[in-house]
């Protein structure tokens, strides 16, 4: 894959468990920025799931983005912005390439 490919940018962010109010007092979870970088993404046939007794729509995705130490750091507890839409990463970054040079990853959105 080439860079001019890379066409979308996506923000990846990370749930922070351990924050704080002013008064040093836990503080509801918030997500943390990340990651930033341009990706290429292709979002896959929607489906229908049975969940809790109705239907829920589910979307997803592959998005791939260029090797790094930051990228191999994504886990599926982590989140991406984009196409002003937030996904939830489903697994990992795996290389795709026999070089290492690309990373790929699941994404799903949930209705």
């Known amino acids: 894959m080439?860079?001019?490919?890379?066409?979308?940018?996506?923000?990846?962010?990370?749930?922070?468990?351990d924050a704080r109010?002013?008064?040093?007092?836990?503080?509801p979870a918030t997500w943390a920025p990340l990651l930033t970088v341009w990706a290429n993404f292709r979002e896959t046939l929607g489906r229908e799931a049975l969940a809790a007794g109705r239907m829920e729509g589910s979307r997803t995705g592959t998005l791939r983005l260029r090797n790094s130490a930051a990228a191999r750091g994504i886990t599926a507890a982590d989140r991406v912005t984009l196409l002003d839409e937030t996904w939830e990463v489903v697994s990992p970054p795996a290389h795709v390439d026999e070089a290492g040079a690309w990373l790929e990853l699941?994404?799903?959105w949930r209705a």
């Open 2 to 17: 080439d860079a001019g490919r890379l066409r979308h940018r996506a923000s990846f962010s990370r749930r922070n468990e």
């Open 106 to 108: 699941r994404l799903e």
């Open 21 to 27: 109010d002013g008064m040093g007092n836990p503080a």
